[in-house]
């Protein structure tokens, strides 16, 4: 609140002396005296940011400042010099571009030339302020028009951006794909390959190359573990007598039906494989000679008493067969094989039909 003195005067209804607090600004009352000691204050404090931005360059923020300070001088009652401020900041706005500052400068301009009495400036203002804020309108409507086409263009594009990704991927899924298949594919024929390479394509047991790599293996464990390890190799007597008669479809018919005879007669741990024309040889792992000469019996029995599909029934087969047990004089499983075809012939010398020795 402002400094204040206390004055004695006299009341004209009582003529009786009354003693009143008398402000600096010639108010005795006291809301009125702080509300005009709140505008100088305002002033002082626009009148600092005036200083402050024009010592900065900063246009705009000089009229903001200087809008302020007039309304604040106009609070204060100083209308002439509230006048003048704004009449100022006026003039630097119409050097500027259009804003919403000069719109609230030019209806502080039109309250002050109203309490001036100046009602025709006041009315010429008024219409300046209305005609800029139109002007701003249209303009924060195109504005606000170009921002939504822009942010509309924009959404467009990513649109498009994440169309073409999502077609992107699934052209690479599709490839993926496409490359998933093409390596099944590759596997399974490598597979196939594998077979084929290790099965013989008339009777589709292991064919020589399979058994040169098992019975291999077998040798060596058999050294190994000093086990015991016998190859039998087996002959279909009179086979080409079947081809030459008989025509060699019905040779390859027989041999298909022999080697399923042969592939069900042994043991789970036994195998069989095609060797070449009519010949067979026979593994038997953890088996003496002994051994395999009693199942070796039972297929030249089985044999000899079969009536094969598609020949005639008079048509009668035999088989003789040559085992070989492996010793420590054996050279590997290429030596395990002459040694039973050895007995193989030995066994065809003796008349056929047997298993030697």
Not at 139 to 147: D, F, L, N
Not at 323 to 336: C, F, I, Q, R
């Amino acid at each position: 609140m402002e400094p204040h003195i206390r004055k004695r005067t006299t009341d004209p209804d009582t003529q009786t002396g009354v003693e009143t607090d008398w402000f600096v600004d010639g108010s005795n009352d006291p809301e009125e005296a702080q509300a005009l000691a709140q505008a100088r204050k305002l002033a002082g404090e626009a009148a600092e940011a005036c200083r402050r931005a024009l010592a900065a360059g900063d246009t705009q923020a000089y009229c903001a400042a200087l809008r302020d300070l007039g309304c604040a001088e106009l609070k204060a009652g100083s209308v002439q010099a509230a006048i003048a401020t704004l009449e100022r900041a006026d003039q630097i706005y119409q050097t500027l571009a259009a804003h919403s500052d000069h719109e609230h400068t030019l209806m502080s301009l039109v309250a002050a030339l109203e309490a001036a009495e100046r009602y025709k400036d006041a009315l010429d203002a008024l219409r300046r302020a209305q005609a800029l804020k139109a002007r701003l309108d249209t303009t924060g409507k195109a504005q606000w028009q170009w921002r939504t086409e822009t942010a509309e263009a924009e959404l467009e594009k990513v649109r498009a951006e994440l169309l073409k990704s999502q077609r992107r991927q699934q052209e690479l899924a599709a490839v993926n794909a496409h490359l998933v298949r093409a390596d099944q594919q590759k596997t399974a024929l490598l597979q196939e390959a594998e077979r084929t390479s290790m099965e013989d394509s008339v009777t589709r047991i292991q064919n020589r190359r399979s058994l040169d790599i098992r019975l291999g293996s077998d040798v060596h464990r058999a050294r190994r573990y000093n086990s015991p390890l016998t190859a039998g190799m087996l002959d279909i007597d009179d086979f080409k007598h079947i081809n030459d008669n008989l025509s060699h479809a019905k040779g390859d018919a027989l041999l298909r039906q022999v080697a399923a005879l042969l592939h069900s007669r042994l043991r789970d741990s036994d195998y069989v494989a095609r060797y070449g024309g009519d010949e067979f040889a026979l593994v038997f792992p953890e088996t003496s000679l002994a051994n395999a000469r009693i199942v070796c019996e039972a297929i030249r029995e089985s044999v000899a008493d079969k009536v094969w599909d598609g020949f005639p029934e008079t048509l009668r087969v035999s088989v003789s067969i040559g085992l070989a047990e492996l010793t420590d004089k054996t050279v590997g499983a290429s030596g395990l094989l002459d040694a039973a075809d050895r007995m193989l012939y030995a066994a065809k010398r003796g008349g056929r039909n047997s298993v030697k020795p």
